[in-house]
């Protein structure tokens, strides 16, 4: 993967979830692990911020916002983004960026166990991070939508188990492909979504719950039933193999204090995605 660019995106106020201060710590051990290439951690706020409309801390993820915005603008064209969070919603700017690169050929693949699909008059928390998804598709709130959004029938919910009653019913009206857990132990299912989109490019996102709990448990929103390693290696490497690579995300790491089992499996996806983890 030649010309990558590292963005470090260590925000935690999009999170629902109580240890979320964690993710800081998460983002900056995942950026560590990444390989050489070019390297940005975008300088964020510490604190809260003030609800508004429905969205917890709006004020804060707006300014965050804007700050991953100018160093996108930054980046070489032609060179590829690896985004290290931090919460899902760290992701909005990114894949609008692939999106004005790509246009129509542009797929969206979302490895996550929750749908993120969430409006804040659906969301039980108020939480950013499980309503980027909708966000991207064009029903985001004021201050934290995309300049383009992204059409429903170009995503593809990879690995969700836990999704809202609601969430599933705008599965279902607007053609959201959706490829469950069980179908993914070989890359055929995955791969046949997402050329029914027609796209020729491929944005990754991967929230890290999408792994099961027993393999991965640093994250703030367990579920159970998840992937193991090797099926979320083998679904993202035949991603790569056929579409071109528009960007990847990882997120959602909140690094607690015993790192043995989790140092071990995030080395396993770095060496998986991009080659030899770093130390």
């Known amino acids: 993967m030649s010309g990558l660019v590292v963005l470090e995106v260590a925000q935690w106020q999009g999170s629902g979830a109580a240890t979320a201060g964690r ?3 998460g983002a ?13 951690a975008v300088a964020l706020d510490s604190g809260v911020g003030n609800a508004r409309g429905g969205v917890r801390n709006a004020d804060v993820l707006e300014r ?31 894949v609008e960026t692939a999106l004005s690169v790509f246009g129509d050929r542009l797929a969206l693949v979302w490895f ?16 950013f991070h499980g309503m980027v998804l909708r966000a991207l598709i064009g029903d985001g709130p004021q201050g934290l939508r995309p300049v383009r959004s ?7 919910l990879a ?14 009206r607007r053609g959201i492909r959706h490829v469950g857990v069980e179908r993914l132990t070989e890359p055929g299912p995955l791969l046949a979504a997402v050329r029914a989109t027609g796209a020729e490019a491929v944005y990754v996102h991967i929230d890290l719950d999408v792994l099961d709990p027993r393999v991965f ?7 159970p039933g998840g992937l193991d390693v090797d099926d979320l290696l083998g679904a993202v490497r035949a991603l790569t193999q056929e579409f071109t690579l528009a960007g990847l995300a990882l997120t959602e790491y909140e690094r607690g204090e015993d790192t043995g089992q989790e140092e071990a499996v995030l080395r396993r996806i770095v060496d998986g995605l991009f080659g030899t983890a770093r130390g």
């Open 23 to 25: 993710l800081r710590g």
């Open 28 to 40: 900056a051990r995942l950026a560590e692990l990444m390989p050489d290439g070019r390297r940005c």
């Open 64 to 94: 965050h916002l804007r700050a991953v915005r100018e160093a996108l603008a930054e980046v070489p064209a032609g060179d590829t983004v690896v985004t290290v969070g931090g919460d899902c919603g760290v992701d909005l700017a990114p």
């Open 112 to 127: 996550d166990a929750h749908a993120d699909l969430n409006t804040p008059e659906s969301s039980p928390s108020g939480a």
């Open 150 to 156: 992204l059409s429903a029938d170009r995503v593809v």
């Open 159 to 172: 690995g969700a188990r836990s999704l809202d009653p609601g969430e599933r019913d705008l599965v279902e």
């Open 217 to 223: 448990p640093a994250v703030g929103t367990p579920e």
